[in-house]
């Protein structure tokens, strides 16, 4: 069974401060995203990185996947409280059609 | 507006009873995933189709099945349901799920009560 655990589950930080996502798993994943749940909506897609290594920036965010193409990271400057939410990574099984999503990390920033 | 279309919204029924949600993906999406959250957890992938055949399943339970029907809607039968099949079922669809950098676009849920 594929899994990937995030790190931390909760998050609670005060406007302006920075922090870090971890999502880590045994397997090996064609490409890994990284996703935004607000209460009551599905979830919507932030990043995809699909290069080991590959660093990509979002304004204030900056995903990273790691050279083993295991894991990533999500680091956010100067968090706002609008970057309330659900942050969920997930990733596309290698050889497969298969997207599973990570435990989750519930992030909340506050003025 | 992702496209992605889940009815119905809101759904209470009793254990021991059978419940069909249904999905249609977004115009020109040929594949359709189905994911069950649980008090605000990750994602458990349930089972993937690709313009009408199944391509992969997750730890779905033998109660439940689904299917995409020629028209590329899907629907997912929940039987004999238990307390714990309480959850908030997302139905997700995509372009082609053998792309890399394919994005998947997500409903906004079906939320099931089981009394």
Known sequence: TQLLEQSPQFLSIQEGENLTVYCNSSSVFSSLQWYRQEPGEGPVLLVTVVTGGEVKKLKRLTFQFGDARKDSSLHITAAQPGDTGLYLCAGLVSGTYKYIFGTGTRLKVLA | ?115
């Not at chain 2, 990750?42 to 730890?59: H, P, S, W």
């Not at chain 2, 929940?78 to 714990?84: I, M, V």
């Open chain 2, 1 to 115: 507006d992702s496209g992605v279309t889940q009815t119905p919204k809101h759904l209470i029924t009793a254990t021991g009873q059978r419940v069909t949600l249904r999905c249609s993906p977004r115009s020109g999406d040929l594949s359709v995933y189905w994911y069950q959250q649980s008090l605000d957890q990750g994602l458990q992938f349930l089972i993937q189709y690709y313009n009408g055949e199944e391509r992969a399943k997750g730890n779905i339970l033998e109660r439940f099945s689904a299917q995409q029907f020629p028209d590329l809607h899907s629907e997912l039968n929940l039987s004999s349901l238990e307390l714990g099949d309480s959850a908030l079922y997302f139905c997700a669809s995509s372009v082609d799920p053998g792309l890399a950098d394919g994005e998947l676009f997500f409903g906004e849920g079906s939320r099931l009560t089981v009394l």
